[in-house]
């Protein structure tokens, strides 16, 4: 079977017999590339960071090879870290639907991406109340949070300072999230 032009049912069958991992948009398959140390070292920080912060709570963090489905963008993506409370997507197990809080950390191949087409279409998500944009390289993390209005708005945050994420109460620190980065 070949991966274009596939349906979402036909991409989820497919995709589970693949040896890599492949996102999904508009009927079209796209191979992910391979993490640099860096990128899989700060997912690791956040994921666990976010693991710690939420114990006891309903919601729950996921990483790496979890899908999130954007049905309304008829898309599928792998985001770096993600955190959701909602039932369906604690029995999910292919895909889930509504993450509160997305983060992708940027690579120099996907950051133009990540900032452009694959935020507009989580923004089709009703349940996203933050995205989070980690930049390896500079250190620099760009959170966008939905305000009551329904319109995004950036939030910069210099080394050094606390990440508060609203959507899930918590916060972390610089220094937690670079934690062995060098």
Not at 86 to 99: Q, S
Not at 112 to 135: N, Q, V
Not at 154 to 161: C, I, N, R, S, T
């Amino acid at each position: 079977m070949s991966e274009a032009g596939l349906d979402p049912a036909e991409y989820l069958r497919w995709e589970t017999m693949q040896p890599e991992k492949h996102e999904y948009v508009g009927g079209e398959v796209f191979a992910m590339g391979s993490a640099s140390r860096r990128q899989v070292t700060i997912s690791g920080n956040l994921f666990a960071a976010l693991d710690e912060a939420l114990l006891g709570t309903p919601w729950r963090v996921y990483m790496a090879d979890m899908k999130i489905e954007i049905a309304a963008k008829n898309s599928f993506f792998y985001p770096d870290v993600f955190v959701t409370c909602h039932p369906d997507d604690h029995r999910a197990e292919l895909a889930m639907h509504h993450p509160v809080l997305v983060a992708e950390v940027l690579s120099p191949s996907t950051a133009a991406y990540d900032h452009g087409d694959k935020f507009i279409a989580y923004r089709r998500l009703p349940s996203l109340k933050e995205y989070l944009l980690i930049d390896p390289d500079q250190q620099q993390l760009e959170l966008f949070r939905k305000g009551s209005d329904g319109l995004w708005v950036l939030h910069d945050f210099a080394p050094g300072q606390t990440l508060p994420l609203a959507s899930v109460e918590a916060t972390i620190s610089w220094e937690r999230l670079f934690r062995n980065v060098d």
